[in-house]
């Protein structure tokens, strides 16, 4: 089993603090910021073992450096991309395994959003760690890579058990929401999240973690095979990677 505590981080970032409930193992998952992390730690377990890093930007590592040094902790990171990344340890390929404890986590290279981005996938935890490659109801910009890379990184977690639990890199949910529902304009179950993610936000609670079902049905970046968008789209002949490039290019202009 595996505990998993959202902290808050700079404007609109998550990290997340993870236990494996056996062997009592501690990672983070990209540490923004010293400051957030450590309270949150000194509060909780008082102990890191391990920062785990979804791809080099500042946002996702700031915190690595003070923190490996307060806790003596290894980081576990890309090796697509660790000398971009500060105090790298441990670097990890495609498909490979870390553990924390009795939890496995599998690597997915999902590049586009960074050319070296992975994401942590623990199957028997039921839980996904996206970075900035899947967001709920949304997808990270294409600063490094293609786009067809990026779309074909999205068809990979596509795959994954439906009920997996998504944890991402940023609160961008609701206005993710308003730009799938500007061209989904009749999907209810999209509808009826938007209000819920509403709620939340009026409410100071994070809008995650969000199921792979849940987004299936709503995230407009996940269904760029669906008749009804490319409809609406005026795409109906057009190929599934074309529908992506035009929604990703509306949206950086959103
Ligand atoms: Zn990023
Ligand atoms: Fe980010």
């Known amino acids: 089993m595996l505990d998993i505590n959202i902290i808050k981080c700079l404007s609109d970032n998550y990290s997340y603090l993870i236990k494996d409930k056996k062997t009592n193992l501690v ?33 996702h590592t700031d915190g690595n450096i003070n923190l490996k040094k307060k806790y003596n902790a290894k980081i576990i990171c890309s090796r697509y991309e660790s000398e971009k990344i500060p105090g790298a340890d441990i670097k990890k390929s495609d498909s490979e395994q870390f553990s924390l404890g009795e939890t496995d986590f599998k690597i997915i290279h999902i590049p586009g959003h960074t050319l070296g981005h ?18 709920s109801l949304g997808c990270g910009r294409i600063f490094e890579g293609t786009f067809k890379q990026m779309f074909t990184s999205l068809e990979k977690l596509k795959k994954l058990a439906k009920k997996t639990m998504i944890y991402c890199g940023h609160e961008y949910t609701y206005s993710n929401g308003r730009f799938c529902i500007s061209i989904d304009k009749d999907n209810k179950k999209l509808k009826n999240r938007i209000q819920d993610v509403k709620n939340k936000i009026e409410k100071k609670l994070p809008t995650l973690p ?14 760029c095979d669906n008749k009804i968008i490319k409809n609406n789209l005026k795409m109906s002949n057009s190929s599934n990677l074309e529908v992506f490039t035009k929604l990703r290019n509306l949206k950086d202009q959103f």
């Open 27 to 59: 990672g983070i998952i990209d540490p923004s910021d010293f400051k957030e992390v450590d309270e949150e730690i000194s509060r909780t377990y008082k102990k890191l073992d391990f920062i785990l890093n979804t791809h080099h930007h500042n946002d």
């Open 118 to 135: 992975i994401a942590f996938y623990s199957e028997k935890a039921g839980a996904i760690f996206t970075g900035d490659t899947l967001f």
């Open 210 to 223: 969000v199921s792979l079902s849940d987004e299936l049905e709503t995230n407009i970046f996940l269904r």
